[in-house]
């Protein structure tokens, strides 16, 4: 059973930065889809942003949200079992709690966009941006 444990949010004005974190238990994590969603009060868990793996290309691939196109990057550290989001330029509608997922069943070619995709995911960790 995996576990994900994100950190970094917190509170930021806009125009600011945030880098976030999440840790994930498993030993094969270079081979997992990873994934970043944001829930704001009232609304749908939202795609943000995605890394996955291809074999036969041998890179990753990663997607984007038009909302944060530009603006976040995903990354990952394989040796240190960790994907980051870094989110630079933020804007006070980028306020939400941030979800890391992973996903070990996937298609290269499939877009990770959907929470449906994903089977594990972490606690949350909340991101606040003042205007």
């Known amino acids: 059973q995996m576990q994900l444990v994100e950190s970094g949010g917190g509170l930021v004005q806009a125009g600011g930065s945030l880098r976030l974190s999440c840790v994930a238990s498993?030993?094969?994590?270079?081979?997992?889809?990873m994934g970043w969603f944001r829930q704001a009060p009232g609304k749908e868990r939202e795609f943000v942003a995605s890394?996955?793996?291809?074999?036969?290309?041998?890179?990753?691939?990663?997607d984007y949200a038009d909302s944060v196109q530009g603006r976040f990057t995903i990354s990952r550290d394989n040796a240190k079992n960790t994907v980051y989001l870094q989110m630079n330029s933020l804007k006070p509608e980028d306020t939400a709690i941030y979800y890391c997922?992973?996903?070990?069943?996937?298609?290269?070619?499939?877009?990770?966009?959907?929470?449906?995709?994903?089977?594990?995911w972490g606690q949350g960790t909340q991101v606040t941006v003042s205007s």
């Open positions: 997922a992973a996903s070990s069943g996937y298609a290269p070619t499939q877009a990770m966009d959907q929470p449906h995709l994903y089977d594990y």
């Open positions: 498993v030993r094969t994590f270079s081979t997992y889809a």
């Open positions: 890394n996955r793996w291809s074999s036969r290309r041998q890179t990753y691939y990663t």
